[in-house]
């Protein structure tokens, strides 16, 4: 078995080295450089913009103006295209524009010989600007007279869905009813992955080529293609290894101007890299989702009935719009089964910059505000929330009548009793009671709830190709892409246990090239190991089909006596070893008779997904003065189906609590109220949480097969971020009494929280 | 029809602007840079390599000798592999060597930042030889007491074959016979491609990675493999455009070496680019043969019997070895028919630097002295030239018995008609009887035989990728290598011909990649056009098919009614466009029912070869007194069957002129006796043939489609260069009665010959 090892990730090794290539290194260093000139107004017309002092800079190429820009249209979301336009993403953008519709709008642009000379023309354009009021909150956004962002979008509203079950107005009739009407809000936030966005684009071949550090190369072809105006396969897509994406990276971000501007500049080469201070500002950010629960619930707890309401806020471009909101509202009457639910989710065009996808695609935001909303019924009520939420989740053999997943087995116990004995729960439970002193502690827990992949919502599919070198080993492509998480160790461990050949003869080929990589929409969704894994299983079962096929002209045995294992070819009645597949590969290549080259390729589709399960439980010392939490353990329980390599799950789930902890303590992105200008859009000033406000991140998993996917495994990615804020919020809760509705959780806010608590009084 | 239409070359603009991304433009700029220690001594064996002042250079990474080179022993030749290991190239060298067989043999290496701290250090090591007698000559290397220069080869002679048919000795006891006994010798020339080899390595994931300026991509990752003594597949070779490499590059010249030196230095990226002397003395040449013929003709011309007898200068090492003394060897009694012939080749090791694979691969050698001694013939009886040949020559109906290779159809006669139309032949031949001044004109002619591709001798196969986008554009992979030749156009024009699509919708794969890029031998043998051709339209119809078959889904008509034309599906019946290939290429891939990445893979196995013919007419002007020859006309006629592109069979036919005229006229490669030093190794004391020396090339050409054929082509990469030194010599002949039997005729040959002709005698 090769599948559920440990083994070293297949770039460990050059990573840790420094010899793995990333964008910036593949770029020539001779490159045109191109800076973008952001406006300095949240919400305008620009009426002119002045160049002519710009171009006289020394080392300036060219100055582009939104004036300059094509007016195709094009969405930058990271999703599969559809045919039917009305569920194709919404086309909002050009690559310039000449309507800003937040503070760091893409104006102009600046194509020069150097960093400095690029630089300088950028604070040499002069934008002459028609500013219009704007609007910054999502329920302001909402209301008549509200600044309009986008013509056609009334209200500012990109989107809004409901979801009725039951009948909610008859059932809160009943009487003895306990009403929880609750309001939850999370915060804008960024990724903060280590390398910056960065790609470059030339021209070849009558061909516009892209490399770039993205999550979706073939997708994002597409956008460049769109935003061009041109055949789509007149565009290459390159990706090399990427340092992080966590979501930022499966939008189109600035491939399209970068691909516009090498054919302003006659094909040159043209580099567009992204200072930090652009990532922050000018690329895509979580999400502010605010939510409104009204739930009603019997003295026990049973839950009658629920009202939801989602306001999320889109800033000014739609990006993956709706999406986000949606699957977080979705998920509620799933997680928590309620007879009479009324759901409304509502996305909205604000003044602010671009909400997209982000590790967990809603689901953080979602899974805080359902699982403080529950811990909060728990509290009114008085009861247990372990048991509570025993009760009340999702039961085994519960079916979604949308997606037909289906929860196959008893794993939210198992991962509650899991993660209750490693904190020790029940003790401390009783120990933290009646505490009184300034310092306090106490212990939360909350659900996870994530729908691996995006079927039957959009297309799922996954192809991957197989090509055997004489020596018997393969070089493995498929279109999803390697973005840090290990996939590319994942892939090469299916592979090899599919095909019987040990795992260092898999030789995945990391770099995605839409020109020869097999077609695959990318990194998202957690939808790797799931979706690639059919992609991959599909492949090598054909390809091996055809080996024992061709083994039979060499060993004279029918292709069913025979089997692949370790790399050998055996014939299955007695074990004997007939030749190597280095053999086979070599000598059937080189065959006089009848040569061929072994190679396979094959296109999975899915018609599946699944759920991922778990659950969080942190326990927290809150320092009531100083208005300070301090995380004392965490841990998160995975129920992720088979692990393929039990080390990289560990790594994601503890980079996903990572971030959840940031998420739930320290970061959030301050916009000036004034301006909306972005007023924390650096590491020093962005509180980005990292190992040094980290307890020990304590990862356990439950193993339940998914009996739907390839190898037993599903959604484990983006998970992991998904409870810890809620795990964190109810052990406050618990600690403190005080119920925070609102992330971050940083010492502005529990002072704020504490003040009105009466805590300092005396 | 897209065949035969004379597109620009895909790659004419990039070309021509500048874009086209070449090995040095591709290589980081900061690599380290190798440089290698060259032996001073013709045979030697080392001693001792004191490297300890060349260690202290600044700069300088790592210094490594012969002694510390792998033991491993490899061949260079790019030739497909084989199982049977009679029939593998012989392995005769170690990427630095201990046994010093040629002056200028790789005895030691440098790694260093800079290219000056590399050429410092190379200066600075010192090697004590224990010097050993040398032989240059290829005969004197035959004789007992010669020096040894590989151990197992006795007298020198690394191969000799024998071609007996008949009864030689019976038949010459015919009373009445002429016998005419000549020996011809031909000259060493190199390449001069004007990329000078370069190569990069580094280590990646586990494996090595190198990119080179080769013909043959999957032939090197073989050899430095083999040179590294590592598995096949832990080698990867990158092949970007290349700047020519007639053969040159159809050896695997210093990768192993390069690819060992990146495992010496850490993994770290090291560049081996060789100078332009380097190129010229340490690279591959054309074999320097000596041939002795002696044929037994009726005074009609009859010929009776012949008896040849072929020396091959190989140099120090066997790269492609006796393949190419042996392919002209075989050509004699194809071109020629003679009932009772005897033939004897053998390939000699001598101390000069090494006899690979050029532009001809013997045949330019073999074809000036089978043209020469025929035309020998005619002068000795007083036949007509013209006459003489038609009636000898291979007739129609010809069958090797070897090859199974046919002459189709007349084409001699027809290549022999429009040659001599051009050329006014007739008329002057008459006209240029009886000159008597110092300067004479003269008109030759010599016929062209070359067989296309290499089965049966060795394994002939290539391999075809196509991936479909979706605007229905395809990528193009083959194995078979662009070098400058045109090959991606003619690719790509097959593809879009068989699949039925634009020309411009084909986007082919120029740069090979072991990784991905389907097997295929690469570019040599002139096999380009006819075995990658094969592979290209199995993989086409293959395609077509599966495309017409997935297109049923959408049209609801049965494959067999559909067609492709133009890029449309349209209905056979009545011409009718169901849809475009764009939109059935759009609407699979992102099917919700039945979603797949379109795509097709073949490997084409060919078990026939086919013969290329032609003529060539020279005219000279003959300056006795100053001996000099001027070129004054020059046609060649080629019947290399159907033609893909006219203007870039016309370019192919052009170049091989030229290099035929270098080769007759001014270029040679100079030892000097006491050293074995080249001594003219540079373009300025190298004669090469420019467009300054030519007249007007005329082209034409006999398009008699090549029955085994995939588009009725076949070879006429290397052909067009083997007529033309002796079609000049006819000439030179014709106009002075002096006959030239060595290459090239110079002013010192024409100022040796005319004297012992008595032309300055008073």
Known sequence: ??????????????????????????????????????????????????????EKIPGVVKVLTCFDAPEYLFPTAGHPWSTEESHQDICDRNVLTKHVRYYGDDVAAVVAEDEVAAKRAIEAIKVEYEVLPFVLDVQEAMKDGAPQIHEKYKNNVLAHTQIHKGNYEEAIKEPGLIKIDKWYNTQTVQHCHIENFICYAWEEGGRIHVTSSTQIPHVTRRCVAQALGVDWGRV????????????????????????????????RLVKLDCQREETFANNRVRHAIRYHFISWVKPDGTLVARKVECFSNQGAYASHGHAICAKGLGSFPQLYPCENFEGDGWTVFTNRQVGGAMRGYGMPQATFAIEAHTEDICTELG????????????PVGYVDAFSKNELYSDTFNQCLDAGMKYI???????????????????????????????????????????????????????????????????????????????????????????????????????????AAGMGIRGCAEAFKAHILDVAYRYTRMQSYLMDIVDGNIIRKTDGRVLMTLGELALTVLYDREHNEHLTMEKTAQLKTNAYSFGCCFAEVEVDIPMCQVKLLNIINVHDAGTLINPALAEAQVHGGMSMGIGYGLSEKMLYDAKTGKLLNGNLLDYKLSTMMDHPHLEAQFVENPEPTSAYGTKGLGEPPVNPVASAIRNAILNATGVAFDELPMRPHLLYEKFSQAGFFQD
Not at 246 to 265: H, R, S
Not at 388 to 394: D, Q
Not at 461 to 466: E, F, K, P, V
Not at 518 to 523: H, L, S
């Open 1 to 54: 078995m090769i599948i559920g090892k440990s083994y070293t990730r297949v770039d460990a090794y050059d990573k840790a080295t420094g010899r793995t290539k990333y964008t910036e290194d593949l770029c020539d260093k001779h490159a045109l450089v191109a800076k973008i000139k952001h406006s300095n107004v949240a919400h305008a017309i620009v009426k002119s913009v002045d160049i002519s002092e710009a």
């Open 383 to 394: 009861l247990d929330p372990i048991a509570y939420r025993r009760k009340t989740v999702m």
């Open 424 to 530: 020790d729960f029940e003790r401390k439970r009783e120990a933290y009671k009646n505490q009184t002193g300034d310092i306090r502690r106490g212990i939360g827990v909350s659900l996870l709830w994530y729908n691996t992949a995006v079927w039957p919502i959009a297309l799922e599919t996954s192809s991957c190709r197989m090509v055997m070198n004489q020596d018997g080993s393969i070089q493995l492509q498929v279109g999803e892409t390697e973005i840090g998480q290990g996939a590319d160790t994942a892939f090469s461990q299916m592979a090899a246990e599919t095909l019987g050949i040990p795992f260092e003869k898999v030789h995945i080929v990391s770099c995605q090239d839409t020109d020869v990589t097999p077609f695959g929409t990318g990194a998202y969704a957690s939808r790797q190991t799931y």
């Open 236 to 267: 290459r897509v390159v990706k090399p290894y990427i340092g992080g994406g966590f979501g930022n990276k499966q939008d189109a971000l600035y491939e399209p101007l970068c691909a516009w501007l090498t054919t302003q500049v006659g094909g």
